[in-house]
């Protein structure tokens, strides 16, 4: 169980135009899904903090107009990245947990190549 | 501030042990969580230790002191798939996670 999914695996885009990326739970409700971004050789930066139904927490730093993110029901959160940059390709990663819970189920990760 | 430190890089030999360590402060820490993540792929959860103490689970053993903002991940008989990144990730009151630098593991024959 606990199962998350993340579409597309790998997207290349071009300067410009904007990517969307979907994180799904498969087979709980996720009351909670967290974006993360991960630069070559580095460790996972928290990007914003989703609760369903409500507005996004995003992260010191991280800019909420560029990076949308749609926690719309308890199975699925989108992460919209617009007018995108070459300096946004990165390694995406979305997890999610269950209410009462501590433990986070990582989705697989989305490369984001823009050129 | 939350700082989470670890070392970068450590080298190992196969069928040794190594011993991670990750130092942190954080506001309302509640536990202390450790994921291996393979280049190119998503972390997977190892262990999450929120009293003092060691808690092992096969060939991986975690250490938690709160008092010291100390921990550490024990990988005993290392295996050559064994070589990933190690990170340690503070969890705090809010649902708020906070992911130290990670540690590359190299195990060596």
């Known amino acids: 169980g606990a199962v998350v999914s993340q579409h597309p695996s790998r997207v290349i885009c071009k300067s410009g135009t904007s990517v969307k990326i979907e994180c799904r739970s498969l087979?709980?409700?996720?009351?909670?899904m967290f974006w993360y971004r991960q630069f070559p050789k580095q460790s996972l930066m928290l990007m914003a903090t989703?609760?369903?139904?409500?507005?996004?927490?995003?992260e010191q730093g991280v800019e909420k107009d560029k990076f949308l993110i749609n926690h719309a029901s308890l199975t699925l959160s989108t992460l919209t990245v617009t007018s995108a940059h070459p300096e946004d390709s990165s390694f995406y990663i979305c997890?999610?947990?269950?209410?009462?819970?501590?433990?986070?189920?990582f989705g697989p990760g989305t490369r984001l190549t823009v050129t | 501030g939350q700082n989470i430190d670890q070392p970068t890089e450590m080298t190992a030999t196969e069928g040794a042990i190594v011993q991670i360590n990750c130092t942190y402060q954080t506001s309302g820490f509640n536990g202390l969580f450790w994921y291996q993540q393979h280049a190119g792929e998503a972390p997977t959860f190892l262990s999450y230790n929120v009293l003092d103490g060691l808690e092992e689970k096969g060939r991986f053993s975690s250490f938690l002191s709160r008092s010291k903002g100390y921990s550490y991940l024990l990988l005993k008989e290392l295996q050559m798939k064994d070589s990933a990144s190690y990170l340690c990730?503070?969890?705090?009151?809010?649902?708020?996670?906070?992911f130290g630098p990670g540690t590359r593991l190299s195990v060596l024959p």
């Open positions: 990730a503070a969890y705090n009151y809010g649902q708020n996670f906070v």
């Open positions: 087979d709980f409700q996720a009351t909670t």
């Open positions: 989703s609760n369903e139904g409500s507005k996004a927490t995003y």
């Open positions: 997890s999610a947990s269950q209410q009462g819970t501590y433990e986070q189920y």
